[in-house]
Nanobody, 115 residues
Framework: QVQLVESGGGLVQAGGSLRLSCAASGSIFSSYTMNWYRQAPGKQRELVAT???????DYADSVKGRFTISRDNAKNTVYLQMNSLKPEDTAVYRC?????????WGQGTQVTVSS
């Protein structure tokens, strides 16, 4: 059983920054690729950023150059640093991991960017 708990969301003005955290339970954290997704009302879920166990990263085009994903294996935590936020970044952000073919999700954290 894997548990993921996100934190760090909130309300921020356009151009501001937030850092999201996702704390994972268990000792498997360092072995798996971690993902951040987001979903805005009425829109499909979007894969925002990915970090592999070797710390390779990938980003959606919409956030490249503004968001940075990182991980701290000692703390079983993955981060999403979000800079230059835009109103269109408003969404619920959730972290996710696939372990042995099973997808695990956190409960999500709301990010709201005001114009």
């Amino acid at each position: 059983q894997v548990q993921l708990v996100e934190s760090g969301g909130g309300l921020v003005q356009a151009g501001g920054s937030l850092r999201l955290s996702c704390a994972a339970s268990g000792s498997i954290f360092s072995s798996y690729t971690m993902n951040w997704y987001r979903q805005a009302p009425g829109k499909q879920r979007e894969l925002v950023a990915t970090i592999t166990r070797g710390e390779g990263t990938d980003y959606a085009d919409s956030v490249k150059g503004r968001f940075t994903i990182s991980r701290d294996n000692a703390k079983n935590t993955v981060y999403l640093q979000m800079n230059s936020l835009k109103p269109e970044d408003t969404a619920v952000y959730r972290c996710s991991v696939v372990v042995r073919g099973i997808s695990y999700w956190g409960q999500g954290t709301q990010v709201t960017v005001s114009s």
